[in-house]
């Protein structure tokens, strides 16, 4: 009799565990298909929340200073950072963006973001004109923004960065008219496609790699237990080391679940959400983790 009941036993526990996991699936489904808001992005950060990628900072920054990769012919050089969804692309960008010795090089920085969706008939031309003339291009044509553009640009040394670029389209226009500029400007774009930044005419490209481990921890344990989260126990450390091993360096998904987490202060909900099946970030994979995160 007690074996039978033992049986009986396992074969609840059978069920719960499969329970469990169809939950998660059909909490997964729910998420999977709807689409991630275009968060944009902008200049400002907190420089208190990045770990790691002092080598890529340093090398930028000193990109930027070196007038020398600007050839006597042109007056703009095209810096490019290049990587996979959630690397730091965009962090990297700002840190360079916002350094004091950089801001004293540059009489005209601006911060554009690019508009990847084709569908909303805006342009980069556009992009460009509604943040340096800070107004809408409305009725004007190319001609007319161009020379609005130059009148605003012309002589200045510019630093512009172009943050999540897919296409090299429409470089063309734009170039034409950031040459108007005086010798030494730059252009940083953010891309996650190699191609883009070399029909571009990248002087320079910084090719980002998985952040290390040890910054990864660092940044998700301040997500995680900093500012009221639950007890940095050992228990629920040794959890969320193994929810970092399976984030695979990418700071963006290491960032999410160590706010995730922020929420949760029992063992048995950081169990669960290290034994999801849907957690281990792969690649470009970053998105899935995202949407199950962000229902």
Request: glycine letters at 8%.
């Amino acid at each position: 009799m007690a074996h039978r009941v033992q049986g009986v036993n396992q074969v609840f526990d059978d069920i719960a565990k499969e329970k469990k996991i169809l939950n998660l699936k059909e909490e997964h489904a729910k998420v999977r298909d709807k689409p991630i808001l275009d968060r944009g992005t902008f200049s400002l950060m907190d420089e208190t929340e990045v770990f790691g990628r002092e080598d890529e900072k340093s090398a930028a920054i000193e990109m930027l200073l070196d007038d020398s990769s600007t050839a006597r012919e042109d007056t703009i050089s095209v810096i490019a950072i290049v990587g996979f969804g959630g690397l730091g692309k965009t962090t990297l960008a700002q840190l360079a963006y916002n350094d004091q010795e950089v801001g004293k090089c540059f009489t005209f920085k601006e911060w554009v973001c690019v508009a990847n969706d084709d569908s909303s008939g805006k342009t980069l031309l556009g992009d460009v004109f509604r943040h340096i003339c800070d107004s809408e291009p409305r009725s004007l044509n190319k001609n007319e923004m161009g020379k609005k553009l130059e009148e605003k640009l012309k002589e200045k040394k510019i630093l512009l960065v172009f943050d999540d670029v897919w296409s090299s389209s429409q470089w063309d226009d734009v170039r034409v008219i950031l040459k108007h500029g005086a010798h030494g400007s730059k252009v940083i774009v953010n891309t996650r496609k190699q191609e883009v930044a070399n029909d571009m005419g990248a002087v320079h490209s910084l090719n980002l790699t998985d952040l290390s481990y040890d910054h990864c921890w660092a940044l998700f344990k301040k997500c995680a237990f900093g500012r009221g989260g639950p007890d940095q126990t050992r228990n629920l450390e040794s959890i969320g080391r193994e929810i970092v091993k399976k984030c695979h360096g990418v700071p963006l998904a290491v960032k999410a679940m160590g706010s995730l987490m922020h929420s949760k202060v029992t063992f048995r909900e950081w169990k669960d959400i290290e034994t999801c099946e849907y957690l281990d970030v792969v690649g470009d994979n970053v998105v899935n983790v995202l949407r199950l995160i962000h229902p």
